[in-house]
C-alpha cells in the first residue's frame, strides 16, 4: 500500500513534462521513443515515421544557414503596449513573460546570412513567443528586413509559424498586415525573390497577408495551415471537418501552395530557388551539361 | 417594423407617442414631443459604452452598402463575378455617377430578412468574392475611376469551401495590390470592420469610419472567448480591443471619423447617406489635387508608418 502510494508519486513526477527535462522524446505520429539527440540530429524529423514535429526558432536558423554566417539584425525593437491592454493578464505582463522564456523582444528573429552560399535576408518565427503573433514590432522587422533585400539586392526568406494577428495590440496588430503586404511590393520592384515557408501552425493573419505573398511557397509536410481556426469553421458549419483539411498536402492538392519540402532537403530547395530567381548571377558559377 | 435595442426603449416610446399624436393630427404634441426627442436623443447617445456602440454597428435597421448605394449613386450598374470561380454575392460593385463623378462602389453587403441573409451570407465574403473585388478594382485602375469600398462584414467567411479555394491567398492578394492600385481610392467602415475580411478591401487613401462603426483584429466574441475563455465577456473584450470609431481616430489608425447622426444611421438613413456622400466627394477633390506619385507615396507611406513599438 505505501510502496504503491510512493511509486504512484513517482510515476506522476516523472510524467510532468516541466520538471526535468526528459531526454526521452516521444514521436507525437507514430508514438515511438527515441533519445533526444538522436532527434535533434534530423531536426526533429522522426527518423521512425518521418513526422515533422515543430522546431525552435534557433534549430529553424542552424538548418538553414550556413555555418557562422548568420547576423541577427534589429534586437533592439521591443513591443509596447499602445491599448493598455488587459485580458485575464496585463500585455505588459504577457510580454514580459514572453522575454523571460526566449530571451527575445519579438516573435521572430531576423537577420542576415548565407544559405548554402547565395546570400539572403532570414526571418523565422518563433512559435514559443506568444504563438509566433504579428504584432507591430515583428511587422516592423518584416518591412526593415524587406527593405534591406533591396539595399543589398538580395531574396527574403520567411519560415512563419504563426497563430496570427497579435490581439492585445488589436487593430495596430491588424494592420501589420497591409504593412508586410505593401512592403513586399518594394522586393517586387526591385526585381527580387520573396521564398516563404509556411510550417506548423500557419495561420489567420499571417497566412492572410505576407505568407501568402511568396513568390515560390514552400509548405513542410503535415502543417496545419489556413485562414481560419479548425475550431471556428466546425462550429459555424456544425459538422466535422475532413480528414487532412489545412494541412500541407491539402493545400497543394486545391493549388495554393508550389511544393512540400521535407526538412532534410529545405536548405538546400530554398539556395536552389533563390539562385534561380535572383538575376545576375555570375554566369561562370555553373558549367553546362549536356545529357547524353 | 423598427427594432429597438435595450438603451434605445427611452426613443423607442417617443417615437410611438409622436406617430400617435400625428395619427390625430396634434401638431402641438408632435412639435413639444420631438423637442423631448431631440433630448432625449443627446442624453442616450452623448454618452454611448463601447460595447452599446458595437450594438449599433450591427444593428439590424442600420443601412448596409446597398443602401448607400441606392441613395447616393445615379444611372448605376452591378457587376458581377470574378471571371474565374463565381459571383459571391456578399460583395457587390457598381459603376455609375455620384454628384456626377464617375465612380465604381465596391462593398460588402450583409441581407436584411432571412432569405436575404443568406443569398449575401450574412455579409461573409468566399475567396470569390475578393477575388471579384479586385478585377473590379484592376478595371477602375484601366480607366482611371475612383473607387468607394463600403466595408460591413463580420469577417471573411469560414469555412470548408473558402479554405479549399485559398482565404488567406485572396485576402493577402488584396492587401498587396490594393496598396499600390494607381486610381484613387476612399474606404468607409459603415458598420462591422471585422478583421482581415474587412481590411482585404480597407486599403486606399483615405480610410474612414462611420461614426458608429467598428473596425477589429477578430470578434469581440472570438476574442473573450480566446483570451477570457468565456464567450461571454465580450463587453470586457469590445472596451479593451479600443475598435470604435472614435478611439481608431485618436490612435491615428485612420484618417477621419465621418460625421453620422447622432442617433445612428438606422434611425435617419438619408442623413447618413448625404454624409458618407459629402464626405466621399470632399475627399475625392483633395485627392485631386495631388498627383499620382505624390498620392501613391503618400498611401504607402501611411500604410508602414502604423506600428506602436520602441528601441
Known amino acids: ?292 | 417594423m423598427a427594432t429597438y435595442l435595450d438603451f434605445e426603449n427611452s426613443i423607442k416610446h417617443i417615437d410611438e407617442d409622436i406617430a400617435n399624436a400625428r395619427i390625430k393630427a396634434d401638431t402641438h404634441a408632435v412639435e413639444i414631443l420631438e423637442r423631448d426627442l431631440e433630448k432625449e436623443v443627446q442624453k442616450t447617445y452623448k454618452n454611448l459604452s463601447d460595447y452599446q456602440k458595437l450594438q449599433l454597428a450591427r444593428h439590424p435597421d442600420r443601412p448596409y452598402a446597398l443602401d448607400y448605394i441606392r441613395l447616393l449613386m445615379s444611372d448605376a450598374y452591378e457587376l458581377h463575378g470574378d471571371r474565374a470561380f463565381g459571383d459571391d454575392l456578399s460583395i457587390i460593385s457598381y459603376i455609375g455617377y455620384i454628384n456626377q463623378r464617375k465612380v465604381i462602389v465596391i462593398g460588402e453587403q450583409k441581407g436584411r430578412g432571412t432569405k436575404n441573409k443568406l443569398k449575401r451570407n450574412f455579409g461573409m465574403p468566399h475567396p470569390e468574392g475578393y477575388r471579384k473585388a479586385l478585377r473590379i478594382a484592376k478595371m477602375a485602375e484601366k480607366f482611371h475611376l475612383p473607387i468607394l469600398f463600403l466595408v460591413d462584414t463580420p469577417g471573411a467567411y469560414p469555412g470548408i469551401a473558402a479554405e479549399e479555394r485559398g482565404q488567406s491567398e485572396a485576402i493577402a492578394r488584396n492587401l498587396y495590390e490594393l496598396s499600390q492600385l494607381k486610381t484613387k481610392t476612399i474606404a468607409v467602415v459603415i458598420g462591422e470592420g471585422g478583421s482581415g475580411g474587412a481590411l482585404a478591401i480597407g486599403v486606399a487613401d483615405r480610410v474612414a469610419m462611420m461614426r458608429y462603426s467598428v473596425f477589429s483584429v477578430i470578434s469581440p466574441e472570438g476574442c473573450a472567448a480566446i483570451l477570457w475563455n468565456d464567450p461571454a465577456k465580450q463587453e470586457s473584450a469590445t472596451k479593451a480591443m479600443k475598435i470604435t470609431a472614435e478611439d481608431l481616430k485618436k490612435l491615428n489608425l485612420i484618417d477621419d471619423v465621418i460625421d453620422e447622426p447622432l442617433i445612428g444611421a438606422h434611425r435617419d438613413k438619408l442623413a447618413a447617406a448625404k454624409a458618407l456622400g459629402e464626405y466621399f466627394i470632399n475627399s475625392l477633390e483633395a485627392l485631386d489635387a495631388m498627383n499620382e506619385d505624390e498620392r501613391l507615396d503618400a498611401r504607402y507611406n501611411k500604410i508602414l508608418s502604423v506600428g506602436a513599438y520602441k528601441e
Open chain 1, 1 to 292: 500500500m505505501m510502496f504503491g502510494e510512493i511509486f504512484n508519486k513517482i510515476r506522476k513526477k516523472q510524467s510532468t513534462p516541466n520538471e526535468a527535462p526528459s531526454h526521452w522524446v516521444k514521436c507525437s505520429s507514430c508514438q515511438s521513443l527515441m533519445y533526444y539527440k538522436e532527434i535533434e540530429k534530423e531536426f526533429n524529423v522522426c527518423p521512425k515515421c518521418g513526422f515533422h514535429m515543430r522546431i525552435s526558432a534557433q534549430m529553424r536558423i542552424e538548418l538553414l544557414s550556413d555555418v557562422g554566417t548568420f547576423e541577427q539584425k534589429d534586437t533592439t525593437l521591443t513591443p509596447i503596449d499602445p491599448l493598455k491592454f488587459v485580458d485575464k493578464k496585463s500585455y505588459v505582463k504577457r510580454i514580459t513573460e514572453a522575454h523571460e522564456k526566449t530571451g527575445r523582444n519579438s516573435a521572430l528573429i531576423s537577420g542576415s546570412c548565407t544559405i548554402d552560399g547565395v546570400k539572403a535576408q532570414l526571418i523565422v518565427f518563433d512559435f514559443s513567443y506568444m504563438g509566433g503573433s504579428l504584432g507591430s514590432v515583428e511587422g516592423e522587422m518584416i518591412v526593415r528586413a524587406i527593405n534591406r533585400a533591396v539595399q543589398n539586392k538580395e531574396g527574403l526568406v520567411i519560415v512563419s509559424a504563426s497563430g496570427g494577428a497579435r490581439m492585445q495590440e488589436s487593430t495596430f496588430a491588424l494592420l501589420q498586415m497591409s504593412k508586410t503586404s505593401a512592403a513586399l511590393t518594394k522586393l517586387t520592384q526591385a526585381g527580387l525573390p520573396f521564398i516563404s515557408i509556411l510550417s506548423d501552425p500557419t495561420m489567420g493573419g499571417v497566412s492572410a497577408s505576407f505568407a501568402w505573398l511568396g513568390d515560390v511557397i514552400m509548405a513542410e509536410p503535415g502543417a496545419l495551415i489556413g485562414f481560419a481556426g479548425q475550431r471556428v469553421i466546425k462550429q459555424t458549419i456544425g459538422a466535422e471537418l475532413p480528414q487532412g483539411f489545412q494541412r500541407a498536402e491539402f493545400l497543394l492538392e486545391h493549388g495554393l501552395i508550389d511544393m512540400i519540402v521535407h526538412r532534410a532537403n529545405l536548405k538546400k530547395t530554398v539556395a536552389d530557388m533563390l539562385r534561380f530567381l535572383i538575376q545576375d548571377v555570375p554566369t561562370d558559377a555553373f558549367e553546362l551539361k549536356i545529357k547524353q
